[in-house]
């Protein structure tokens, strides 16, 4: 649980013209979808939220740089059943945990507009992690040996030391931006 591996942020993103092409500014919202790598074996993607705020400047007709500040749901999911046996008894357990991860994001992104709106975007982001929490339900069960068990409940417990308190990353990413200033975008972080 040491690493995100990835999170793929659909970004639906709303820009204010403040001075013409030259800065604009507004508030960014969208999904992302994230997992977990290191000691958690077949952790699953989980789909969580972003919303902040993004600034854009631009250097001329096709360069700019966009600074945001994001508060991002991220985590992932992990599903897993053990089995053991001792001296004629099996115990089996199954567990569904879930990874909740709260983190203000800070990507830095240069842009180059390849035609009509679409452009592609590359730059790092440093993310804080404030909240790791998992909860998780489990069931096991106990058969043989002249008497049967089963016992389910359900815990959360902090996670936050099996975490790093600061990612760095690079992102990867494509965009469209309509003339009103609404940007649609699809983008990649790899954490290093």
């Given amino acids: 649980m040491k690493k995100l591996l990835f999170t793929a942020a659909i970004a639906f993103l709303g820009f204010t013209s403040v001075n013409a092409q030259e800065f604009s500014f507004g508030p960014k919202a969208g999904l992302n979808l994230a997992t977990l790598t290191g000691d958690v074996e077949d952790a699953e993607m989980k789909v969580g939220i972003h919303i902040g705020g993004a600034a854009e400047i631009m ?5 700019g740089l966009q600074a945001e500040l994001l508060f991002s749901m991220q985590g992932a999911q992990n599903k ?34 390849i035609v009509d709106g679409f452009n592609v975007e590359a730059g790092p982001q440093v993310g804080f992690l404030i909240s790791a929490k998992a909860e998780e339900e489990y069931e096991v069960s106990y058969v043989g040996g002249g008497s049967d068990y089963n016992e389910s409940g359900s815990e959360e417990y902090d996670v936050d030391d099996e975490l790093l308190p600061i990612d760095f990353g690079f992102n990867l990413g494509l965009g469209y931006k309509m003339d009103s200033g609404l940007n649609f975008g699809l983008r990649y972080n790899i954490l290093v």
């Fill in 59 to 63: 250097f001329n007709d096709k360069m």
């Fill in 80 to 113: 897993y059943t053990e089995t053991s046996s001792f001296g004629g008894v099996t115990e089996t357990y199954k567990s569904d945990e879930k990874v909740k991860l709260s983190y203000i994001n800070i990507p830095v992104m240069f842009k180059y507009y």
